[in-house]
């Protein structure tokens, strides 16, 4: 008996078979990524608070040595906090009652004797400079457009950006003080997340890395009141018009490092010009000196061993953390990258290779006394002084 074959429209109308694949996905996994999406949603936008929070952490890191220097003293934590507030709102009655009347009386001063300070300021430049001349008329005419528009939206503007800072101030303030009557029972609560495994490194961490944020903010702030009160001495015996505002503008500068110094530098050297050629030659060196006094001298004794960052790193640092946040960025960028060291120490070592750890141990005992051996060595691929010594003592 035949077999029938197939015809070609019935191969073509038999379909393929077809391997499904069932794709199963755990409730679990699905919270996971709804959740996540949901803490980087909030992250983005509670990111200003958390800015204001890690301000106010780094506040409080400060303080919490003389709260610890108290209770050694048997004084309650309570009372050390409130100790502490008391002191805070003191500084700012002495700022308001002592610091504001001049302030504002300089500032308006120097609002309604602008155009004639430029004229000062332009007849004592040499007329073979023009672009020099077009710099500073560039220079004063955008200030006076932005200080002498007195509309009334301008200051109501004025007003809101006075109120806001006020009240950033207040809630930094207020945060510190919770952080340091509560945070070491948050920070516990926090570590208690952490496997035990790592508990005790991430401890060490923590208070290393806290040494590193004193030393940090405690030296800049104590260096910015320094700077403001040698300015103010400075200009007022020069008699240069807005002293008081420009040693506040040179204390904020301060914090900037690098190019704080130019930024507070150019009014200040502009006023002073206003008065005599020499008045501004004065202070553009008293200026420079005092910089190089500051950089050389007093901030490597405020900050001992606990701060060593190279030059070129600031540098980076700041167009890294200026581009990213701005002012506040450029001061929270410097703890991080002088506590990277930390960081490596204890939870990097595991994964680097032995040879990088020495190299990088070598080069940071180098950048403290200025030799370039240790740099010549990593360049050339050669081992260092203590590696040979290490080695031998081995081998015996």
Same mark, same amino acid.
């Given at each position: 008996m035949?077999?029938?074959?197939p015809?070609?429209a019935?191969?073509?109308a038999?379909p393929?078979?077809?391997h499904?694949?069932?794709?199963?996905?755990?409730?679990?996994?699905i919270?996971?990524?709804?959740?996540?999406?949901?803490?980087?949603?909030a992250v983005?936008?509670l990111?200003p608070?958390?800015l204001?929070f890690?301000?106010?952490v780094?506040m409080?890191?400060?303080?919490?040595?003389?709260?610890?220097?108290m209770e050694?003293?048997?004084i309650?934590r309570?009372?050390?906090?409130?100790?502490?507030?008391?002191?805070?709102?003191?500084?700012l009655?002495?700022?308001?009652?002592?610091?504001?009347p001049?302030?504002?009386?300089?500032?308006?001063?120097?609002?309604?004797?602008?155009?004639?300070?430029?004229v000062?300021?332009?007849?004592?430049?040499?007329?073979r400079?023009?672009g020099?001349?077009?710099?500073?008329?560039?220079?004063?005419?955008?200030?006076?457009l932005?200080?002498?528009a007195?509309t009334?939206?301008?200051?109501f503007?004025?007003?809101?950006s006075?109120?806001?800072?006020?009240?950033?101030?207040?809630?930094?303030l207020?945060?510190?003080?919770?952080?340091?009557?509560?945070?070491?029972?948050?920070?516990?609560?926090?570590?208690?997340f952490?496997?035990?495994?790592h508990?005790?490194?991430?401890a060490?961490?923590m208070h290393?890395?806290?040494?590193v944020?004193?030393?940090?903010?405690?030296?800049?702030?104590?260096?910015?009141?320094l700077?403001?009160?040698f300015?103010?001495?400075?200009?007022?015996i020069?008699r240069?018009?807005?002293?008081?505002p420009l040693?506040?503008?040179?204390?904020?500068?301060d914090?900037i490092?690098?190019? /704080?110094? $130019?930024l @507070?530098? #150019?009014? !200040?050297?502009?006023? %002073? =010009? *206003?008065v005599s050629p020499?008045?501004?030659?004065? +202070?553009a060196?008293?200026?420079?000196?005092?910089?190089l006094?500051?950089?050389?001298?007093?901030?490597p004794?405020?900050y001992g061993?606990?701060l060593?960052?190279?030059?070129?790193?600031?540098?980076?640092?700041?167009?890294i953390?200026?581009?990213l946040?701005?002012?506040?960025?450029?001061v929270?960028v410097?703890?991080?990258?002088?506590?990277?060291?930390?960081?490596e120490r204890?939870?990097?070592? /595991?994964? $680097?290779s @032995?040879? #990088?750890? !020495?190299?990088?141990k %070598? =080069? *940071?005992?180098?950048?403290?006394?200025?030799?370039e +051996?240790?740099?010549d060595e990593?360049?050339?691929?050669?081992?260092h002084?203590?590696?040979?010594?290490?080695?031998?003592g081995?081998?015996?």
């Open positions: 035949a077999t029938e074959r015809t070609g019935d191969v073509i038999t393929p078979p077809r499904e694949r069932d794709l199963h996905l755990p409730m679990t996994t919270v996971k990524v709804i959740a996540s999406a949901l803490g980087l949603w983005f936008l990111w608070e958390f204001l890690l301000l106010a780094l409080a890191v400060t303080l919490y040595p003389a709260v610890r220097w050694g003293r048997r309650p309570g009372l050390s906090v409130v100790i502490i507030a008391a002191f805070a709102v003191a500084l009655a002495v700022f308001v009652m002592f610091v504001m001049p302030l504002t009386a300089q500032l308006t001063h120097l609002l309604q004797n602008l155009p004639e300070f430029r000062r300021v332009l007849s004592r430049i040499p007329d400079y023009p020099l001349h077009k710099i500073i008329r560039e220079l004063f005419e955008s200030t006076s932005s200080m002498t007195g009334l939206s301008r200051w503007a004025w007003g809101q006075a109120a806001s800072g006020v009240v950033v101030t207040i809630v930094i207020v945060l510190t003080l919770y952080l340091l009557l509560h945070g070491k029972s948050l920070y516990a609560w926090i570590l208690a952490v496997p035990r495994t508990r005790e490194k991430l060490t961490t290393e890395v806290s040494d944020v004193h030393a940090y903010v405690s030296g800049q702030l104590l260096a910015a009141l700077f403001a009160v300015t103010a001495v400075l200009l007022t020069f240069v018009p807005a002293a008081a040693a506040i503008i040179a204390g904020f500068c914090v490092p690098v190019l /704080g110094i $130019l @507070a530098t #150019v009014p !200040a050297v502009l006023l %002073a =010009l *206003a020499i008045a501004a030659a004065t +202070v060196v008293a200026y420079v000196a005092y910089h006094f500051e950089t050389y001298f007093l901030l004794r405020i061993n606990k060593k960052i190279s030059s070129l790193s600031v540098l980076l640092a700041l167009l953390g200026g581009k946040q701005g002012i506040i960025g450029v929270l410097l703890p991080l990258v002088a506590a990277y060291p930390i960081i204890h939870w990097l070592s /595991g994964y $680097l @032995a040879r #990088v750890l !020495a190299d990088h %070598a =080069l *940071a005992k180098a950048a403290e006394t200025g030799s +051996v240790a740099m990593v360049l050339h691929g050669e081992k002084a203590s590696e040979i010594v290490s080695s031998s081995g081998n015996k």
